[in-house]
């Protein structure tokens, strides 16, 4: 239970620094790190598939599109990063507080109730849920891809033109 | 066969866009056009093989558990009925034939994800098309690529992003208690759970996401630079549907289907939609850009919806649904109205514009009876479901609630007939205005059809109430 809290903790941190830092660089390093953590919490909760799509999508592939799209963008001056930090200091202060007050408050509420997870060999097969039970949303996910094609086309493709 | 209003326009997108792309894309039209017909068609014959054998063929390989009741059935005519509407005002506006077949795309996608969302029963699969819907909108917005699109399109996408984080959270607390994810399995669960707390959690969660996705009050912030920002087909699209069907359905959905009212949750419903009457109107009248007045407009007329299902009764809820279909046609019109005087004055600013009404006469009588519906003046439409509303706000004793939302209709009248005197009733500019002549045939013939529908509910309310009011009424009554 214990180390279930200092995982949870960390994982509170990393996405205060995510959100807080200075550059948007560390920013998409804290957003990886994140989604590692959180792989360690799906782990914890017996969902390792769960935690493997996290690890490889989230942590992984998200992280080296964002990446990649800041190394294409101009570097800021020590100036503008140090303009930057203070900005973002004075837009989020309050967020450490914020989550310090819903931690207590959580904590006063003492919500008790009995988490029966599945066990793990009742689960249903991942093959089984994605293809035979909700075939409905994989559709929905790809026209969601789709409309996300589209995005793309419309917003960018006079850009390449000029 | 309920499954071709989401795999037809799927369908549909792939093979306008992908194979032999330059010639079907001078079909788009006539496709968005032919598939939301038809689905207008379909809702008048709710008796027809369509709503409940499956096609044999594609039930092979696509197997969903959908359903349509009455409620589902008006937002799929209302759907069909303002992309209709939103199609003909772009075929006119949009000039670029490449354009339009994006435009055409992305209504389609649209379609697909509002028709899913509103004939799916798992609440994880509406959070998906509601997810489809959204992703739509804001590639909409910012169509237009101007700096005041990208700002409302941005806006829309950050607000509506708080509201998907808070919707999943909800549905994961849902999971929690009820194990699944059906709507029926989660009623009997929510009957049978001592998790009260956990419960409540959820439909608090659920409840702040709908309200920032219906835009009311005070989660409203986005929708006037949404709404004002867009191209005009795309404002009438969102205020007429889009909204509709992500935060209005979907909250009076899980009402019905799933949680169920209570003395509290009614008591939230109800302020939440009183404040958004209230102050969506006084924020009307203070506006000078007429779409932003429209746009506020909206959360004061979205705010009666949300009175008629504070009311829990199926009068009440009668009323909401009568008025969300109404609210998608005159709201609609006014959008029409507006992108038509757009089009045509270049302005949007009512200040600068006067005396319309000689050089516009379709626009000007259109206006006028969207104007007259939307501030619910007999015998127009708007009237008989803000009666419904009032009269279950005072069947169910809340008196003082039926009495502001009367005071507020008023209002509504006040702001609206004082546009249209300024746009078309008085003498303007006669130099300024010489160059200026009724809008293209497009947006003529939308703004007949949804006056023609509004005055047409109006005058045959009395026929509509046995086949649409008496099946509403049944819808609450199992729960």
């Given at each position: 239970?214990?180390?279930?809290?200092?995982?949870?903790?960390?994982?509170?941190?990393?996405?205060?620094?995510?959100?807080?830092?200075?550059?948007?660089?560390?920013?998409?390093?804290?957003?990886?790190?994140?989604?590692?953590?959180?792989?360690?919490?799906?782990?914890?909760?017996?969902?390792?598939?769960?935690?493997?799509?996290?690890?490889?999508?989230?942590?992984?592939?998200?992280?080296?599109?964002?990446?990649?799209?800041?190394?294409?963008?101009?570097?800021?001056?020590?100036?503008?990063?140090?303009?930057?930090?203070?900005?973002?200091?004075?837009?989020?202060?309050?967020?450490?507080?914020?989550?310090?007050?819903?931690?207590?408050?959580?904590?006063?509420?003492?919500?008790?109730?009995?988490?029966?997870?599945?066990?793990?060999?009742?689960?249903?097969?991942?093959?089984?849920?994605?293809?035979?039970?909700?075939?409905?949303?994989?559709?929905?996910?790809?026209?969601?891809?789709?409309?996300?094609?589209?995005?793309?086309?419309?917003?960018?493709?006079?850009?390449?033109?000029? | 066969?309920?499954?071709?209003?989401?795999?037809?326009?799927?369908?549909?997108?792939?093979?306008?866009?992908?194979?032999?792309?330059?010639?079907?894309?001078?079909?788009?039209?006539?496709?968005?056009?032919?598939?939301?017909?038809?689905?207008?068609?379909?809702?008048?014959?709710?008796?027809?093989?369509?709503?409940?054998?499956?096609?044999?063929?594609?039930?092979?390989?696509?197997?969903?558990?959908?359903?349509?009741?009455?409620?589902?059935?008006?937002?799929?005519?209302?759907?069909?009925?303002?992309?209709?509407?939103?199609?003909?005002?772009?075929?006119?506006?949009?000039?670029?034939?490449?354009?339009?077949?994006?435009?055409?795309?992305?209504?389609?996608?649209?379609?697909?994800?509002?028709?899913?969302?509103?004939?799916?029963?798992?609440?994880?699969?509406?959070?998906?098309?509601?997810?489809?819907?959204?992703?739509?909108?804001?590639?909409?917005?910012?169509?237009?690529?101007?700096?005041?699109?990208?700002?409302?399109?941005?806006?829309?996408?950050?607000?509506?992003?708080?509201?998907?984080?808070?919707?999943?959270?909800?549905?994961?607390?849902?999971?929690?208690?009820?194990?699944?994810?059906?709507?029926?399995?989660?009623?009997?669960?929510?009957?049978?759970?001592?998790?009260?707390?956990?419960?409540?959690?959820?439909?608090?969660?659920?409840?702040?996401?709908?309200?920032?996705?219906?835009?009311?009050?005070?989660?409203?912030?986005?929708?006037?630079?949404?709404?004002?920002?867009?191209?005009?087909?795309?404002?009438?699209?969102?205020a007429?549907?889009?909204?509709?069907?992500?935060?209005?359905?979907?909250?009076?959905?899980?009402?019905?289907?799933?949680?169920?009212?209570?003395?509290?949750?009614?008591?939230?419903?109800?302020?939440?939609?009183?404040?958004?009457?209230?102050?969506?109107a006084?924020?009307a009248i203070?506006q000078?850009?007429f779409k932003?007045m429209l746009a506020y407009s909206s959360?004061s007329q979205?705010?009666?919806?949300?009175?008629?299902?504070?009311?829990?009764?199926?009068?009440?809820?009668?009323?909401?649904?009568?008025?969300?279909?109404n609210h998608?046609v005159f709201k609609s019109l006014l959008f029409v109205n507006s992108?038509a005087v757009?089009?045509?004055?270049?302005?949007?600013?009512m200040?600068?514009?006067?005396?319309l009404g000689?050089?516009m006469?379709v626009t000007a009588v259109t206006s006028t009876l969207g104007a007259l519906s939307c501030a619910g003046i007999p015998p127009l439409a708007g009237f008989?479901?803000k009666?419904?509303?009032?009269?279950?706000?005072?069947?169910?004793?809340?008196?003082?609630?039926?009495?502001?939302?009367?005071?507020?209709s008023v209002l509504t009248l006040a702001y609206l007939l004082s546009i249209q005197r300024k746009l078309f009733f008085?003498?303007?500019?006669?130099?300024?205005?010489?160059?200026?002549?009724?809008?293209?045939?497009?947006?003529?013939?939308?703004s007949?059809?949804l006056a023609?529908?509004s005055l047409?509910?109006g005058?045959?309310?009395?026929?509509?109430?046995?086949?649409?009011?008496?099946?509403?009424?049944?819808?609450?009554?199992?729960?």
């Open positions: 239970m214990n180390l279930h809290l200092v995982i949870l903790i960390a994982l509170i941190f990393a996405a205060l620094w995510t959100v807080m830092t200075r550059s948007l660089i560390r920013s998409a390093i804290g957003l990886a790190l994140t989604s590692a953590i959180l792989t360690i919490v799906m782990f914890a909760l017996n969902a390792p598939l769960a935690a493997v799509f996290e690890l490889s999508v989230c942590a992984g592939l998200i992280s080296v599109l964002f990446v990649s799209t800041i190394s294409l963008t101009h570097p800021l001056s020590r100036q503008e990063i140090l303009q930057h930090m203070k900005d973002r200091l004075t837009r989020f202060w309050y967020l450490p507080i914020l989550v310090a007050v819903c931690a207590i408050i959580l904590s006063a509420l003492d919500i008790k109730f009995s988490l029966k997870l599945p066990a793990h060999e009742t689960e249903n097969d991942v093959r089984v849920v994605l293809w035979n039970l909700r075939q409905f949303d994989i559709l929905g996910q790809i026209i969601v891809l789709l409309s996300g094609v589209f995005g793309v086309v419309i917003l960018f493709r006079e850009k390449n033109k000029k | 066969m309920m499954h071709t209003l989401v795999l037809f326009p799927f369908f549909a997108l792939i093979i306008l866009n992908l194979p032999l792309r330059v010639i079907f894309r001078r079909l788009s039209f006539w496709v968005v056009f032919a598939l939301s017909l038809i689905q207008i068609f379909l809702v008048f014959f709710p008796q027809n093989a369509f709503w409940g054998t499956h096609f044999n063929f594609l039930n092979t390989f696509f197997r969903f558990n959908l359903s349509a009741d009455g409620l589902s059935m008006v937002m799929l005519l209302s759907i069909g009925i303002v992309t209709l509407t939103a199609l003909l005002v772009a075929r006119q506006m949009i000039t670029d034939s490449d354009r339009m077949a994006l435009f055409c795309s992305l209504l389609l996608i649209a379609m697909a994800g509002m028709n899913g969302a509103v004939l799916v029963r798992d609440i994880f699969s509406l959070y998906v098309f509601l997810e489809i819907t959204a992703v739509a909108s804001y590639i909409m917005i910012a169509f237009d690529k101007n700096i005041f699109s990208f700002e409302g399109a941005f806006k829309y996408l950050v607000l509506s992003a708080v509201a998907t984080a808070m919707m999943i959270t909800a549905i994961a607390l849902v999971i929690l208690f009820s194990g699944s994810t059906e709507f029926y399995l989660i009623n009997y669960a929510i009957r049978a759970s001592a998790h009260t707390s956990l419960i409540v959690l959820s439909l608090g969660l659920f409840l702040c996401g709908f309200f920032i996705k219906a835009g009311l009050i005070p989660f409203h912030s986005w929708l006037p630079d949404a709404y004002s920002s867009a191209p005009a087909p795309v404002s009438i699209f969102l007429g549907i889009v909204t509709k069907t992500t935060g209005v359905y979907t909250l009076i959905r899980i009402f019905i289907s799933i949680f169920g009212f209570n003395g509290q949750s009614q008591r939230i419903l109800l302020l939440a939609g009183i404040i958004s009457v209230v102050i969506g006084i924020a203070t000078k850009d932003r959360i979205v705010g009666y919806i949300i009175l008629g299902l504070g009311c829990a009764s199926s009068l009440g809820i009668a009323g909401a649904i009568l008025h969300i279909f998608s992108a757009e089009t045509q004055t270049g302005k949007t600013n200040d600068e514009i006067s005396g000689e050089k006469p008989w479901s009666l419904l509303i009032i009269l279950a706000l005072w069947v169910g004793g809340l008196h003082v609630y039926a009495v502001v939302a009367i005071l507020s008085i003498k303007g500019n006669s130099e300024e205005n010489s160059q200026i002549k009724e809008a293209g045939f497009g947006i003529s013939l939308a007949t059809l023609f529908i047409a509910t005058v045959f309310f009395p026929f509509i109430i046995n086949s649409f009011i008496v099946p509403f009424g049944k819808i609450f009554g199992r729960f």
